[in-house]
């Protein structure tokens, strides 16, 4: 599985979850709590703006300056911040890849909270050592060992991973 911008949302909340999603674990579809997943998808505002898939990515872009796009987001809450970031920073650098000069923006209207995201050096090198180590994580034979967090609770893995 090729890393794509949902599983850098992953890797920054729980490496586990990288593993058991680009292995095809299929959740507990029973649980009645949310896996991230969805629990995500019900954190977003409804797409209204333009969509753009590029290679194997969907994102919205917002509007467009002059020559220069601005992709992002519209969620509900900041809860997950710098994961969204991430997310975000690996679209801005397939674009930049293929020579698209953009920004990012998350909004987060409920809380009044605007926040640019830009692609630079220092953040590039971060998110090439980030695919690497996804990458790794894919190719290991065995998940990485649970590690407890607030997110459990509401992952439809849970089964999985405490029994
Ligand atoms: S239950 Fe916890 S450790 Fe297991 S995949 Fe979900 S978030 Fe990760």
Sequence with gaps: MEVNGTLVWYYNICKREVWL????????????????GRFIHENYYKRSKKEIQ??????????????????????????FMEA?????????????????KAKGV???????????????EEKEAKLNKMIDEIEAIIDKPSPPVVEKINMCRN???????YS
């Design 21 to 36: 999603m680009s292995h095809g674990i299929i959740p507990d579809q029973q649980d009645k709590n949310v896996d991230l």
């Design 54 to 79: 590029f290679g194997n990515v969907v994102f919205d872009v917002l509007y467009e300056t002059g020559n220069e796009l601005v992709i992002g987001e519209t969620k509900k809450t900041s809860k």
């Design 84 to 100: 969204s970031q991430w997310q975000l920073l690996f679209y801005l650098k397939i674009l930049k890849d293929a020579n698209i």
């Design 106 to 120: 998350l909004q987060y209207p409920e809380e009044r909270k605007r926040i640019d995201v830009e692609l630079d």
């Design 155 to 161: 992952c439809a893995y849970k089964e999985y991973c």
